[in-house]
């Protein structure tokens, strides 16, 4: 497998918070019915983890997965990973109707850390990001400005942004006007 070639080449910021453009996350789209059984063992042969609930995550280390809609889930692995689990997921699931994509190099990941990062995405998408809604272990899909998106939070202070390669340029801007130090609204300081 070649190395991963970064669509911003590793771009970072400082402001309200940090956004570093992140490298070597594997990534399959499975398509399929979420409540299937044997599409869920399947997920757990291979990823370790259990298909999670509407607009939730589940990681176990390296691996995790995403609720993106009623039939369909992102499975996250290591970059060099993606393609053997894939392939291996496709196999255990020949006889089932699902579809199996590894999107790793179709995506591009941002990572957001600091104490203001439900500001910075509240900015941006419209979602309630109050403490009390928005919670780690969640995620949304939606859309950031004018681009499609995924988001959630790892932890109180970190998320992770996912977006199409083609569009990470635009993303990486509007992450950077939204954290950018003379744009603090201090909406949820307390």
């Not at 196999?91 to 500001?119: I, P, Q, T, W």
Request: with cysteine.
């Amino acid at each position: 497998m070649s190395d991963v070639a970064l669509a911003l080449g590793g771009a970072s910021f400082d402001g309200l918070v940090r956004i570093e453009e992140l490298s070597g996350q594997g990534m399959i789209t499975l398509r399929g019915d979420l409540t299937d059984k044997s599409i869920v063992k399947a997920v757990k042969d291979v990823f370790g983890v259990t298909l999670p609930g509407t607009r939730e995550t589940i990681f176990d280390g390296a691996n995790g997965a995403l609720w993106m809609s009623p039939d369909e889930a992102l499975l996250l692995c290591p970059y060099t990973q993606a393609q053997a689990k894939a392939d291996e997921l496709a196999a255990k699931l020949a006889e089932a109707r699902a579809l199996v994509v590894n999107v790793s190099d179709a995506r591009a990941v941002f990572r957001l850390k600091g104490a203001l990062l439900r500001e910075v995405i509240a900015k941006l998408a419209p979602v309630d990001m109050s403490p009390e809604a928005f919670t780690p272990g969640m995620v949304r899909r939606t859309r950031m400005a004018q681009v499609a998106a995924a988001f959630w939070m790892d932890d109180t202070s970190t998320a992770r942004v996912v977006c199409f390669r083609s569009v990470a340029a635009y993303m990486f801007g509007i992450l950077s006007n939204a954290a950018d130090g003379a744009s603090a609204v201090n909406h949820f300081a307390r």
